[in-house]
Each structure stands twice: as structure tokens, then as C-alpha cells.
């Protein structure tokens, strides 16, 4: 059974930084690509940064692109992502999410974990 659990959150003011990391059991992590989604409130669940199996290619949405930076740690099982220049926009839930074998493969959601709360506030 697929179990990840979301830790690093918190209160920072705007411009502000946080890294946000993945506890990933159940499954071969290190086969998977993974991503990180967010969902603020009353808003959909939106998807924020993908990376493939090795680690090696990394995807983001265009509104955290240079200010997100996604890795993973396939010996140690965990997924992070590095929050830098934060904005009062990028307030929400936190989850990270396993892929398929293919970074192209759709993310599967359904696998989120409880989540871990970014809110950034002055």
C-alpha cells in the first residue's frame, strides 16, 4: 500500500522560504516519477512540480518556476521541494503524489498523503 507523508510547513512572511519533504513507503520509490500539487481554500487541487524516476528531469507550473526547486533522494525513499520567494499566493495544503513509471503517466492523486500547510502571510 502506497503511504507517503508530507512534512515542512508553516508560517513565513512573503519572500520567505521553506522546504517541504516526502516520506515515501509501500512501493519501489525509486522507479516512480512523483509530484508535488497544492490546494488552497475553496480552490481545486492544482499541480505544482513533477520529477521522473532518476531525478534528472524536473517540471514546473509556470507561476513557480525559478522560485520552486523539486529533487528527491531515491537512497533515503523521500521527495522535497524547496519553496523560496514566497508569495501570499502560494498559501495552501501541500501534497506530494506518486506517478507512473513515465513522467508522462498521470499522477495519481489518490495516493496524497494528509498534506503539510504553507501559508505565507506579513
Known amino acids: 500500500e502506497v503511504h507517503l507523508v508530507e512534512s515542512g510547513g508553516g508560517a513565513v512572511q512573503p519572500g520567505g522560504s521553506l522546504r517541504l519533504s516526502c516520506a515515501a513507503s509501500?512501493?519501489?520509490?525509486?522507479?516512480?516519477?512523483m509530484a508535488w500539487a497544492r490546494q488552497a481554500p475553496g480552490k481545486a487541487l492544482e499541480w505544482v512540480s513533477g520529477?521522473?524516476?532518476?531525478?534528472?528531469?524536473?517540471y514546473y507550473r509556470d507561476s513557480v518556476k525559478g522560485r520552486f526547486t523539486i529533487s528527491r533522494d531515491n537512497a533515503k525513499n523521500t521527495l522535497y521541494l524547496q519553496l523560496n520567494s514566497l508569495k501570499t499566493e502560494d498559501t495552501a495544503m501541500y501534497y506530494c503524489?506518486?506517478?507512473?513509471?513515465?513522467?508522462?503517466?498521470?499522477?495519481?492523486?489518490?495516493?496524497r498523503g494528509q498534506g503539510t500547510q504553507v501559508t505565507v502571510s506579513s
Open positions: 503524489a506518486k506517478g507512473g513509471i513515465s513522467e508522462y503517466d498521470a499522477v495519481d492523486y489518490n495516493t
Open positions: 509501500g512501493f519501489i520509490f525509486s522507479r516512480y516519477a
Open positions: 520529477i521522473n524516476s532518476g531525478g534528472d528531469r524536473t
